[in-house]
């Protein structure tokens, strides 16, 4: 059976402030694994995590017969700490086969399996520095700490209404 939420990290860990989408997800896999978490749960709702550099057209059938999809991402103009924001399907042609926008793949989810695709979010948390070699920066690290507290927030209350209560931007 496929998890309803799928929560799925985008970056390269080791370009500075991109991996703080990787980097959230391995704190998600450490809280959901706790004791913490288990004795909080309210329901029997299950996550898969999932990481990559980038969304490629092969991640449609990851998102299928799922409830909830969470892209995590780090971006430069984002505002800090981060911004959550729901992903309507884009109605721009896709050019490329990989490097897609989640707002992409959301389209070409529709298009292969020719449904609506699950309800999607993203959470792009705002990085500084993305030169190659570096690690985290401090601020990074700061808003690392935020993002988890929201994502936990939002995995206690995995339901659409619920997320879309909680969007910071449009």
Known sequence: MVAPVLVFAIGNESRGDDALGPALLRKLGVWLNSAEWKSMQSSAVQFELLEDFQLQIEHVMDMQDRKLVLFIDAGMDTPA????????ASDEPVLYSHALAPEALIKVYEQFHRQPAPDAYVLCIRGEGFELGE????????????????????????????????????
């Open 81 to 88: 700490p981060f911004s959550f924001y729901r992903v309507e």
């Open 135 to 170: 690690s985290l920066s401090p601020p990074a690290q700061t808003r690392l700490s935020s993002a988890l507290e929201f994502t936990v927030q939002l995995l206690l209350e995995a339901e659409t209404a619920a997320w879309d209560k909680l969007c910071t931007n449009e």
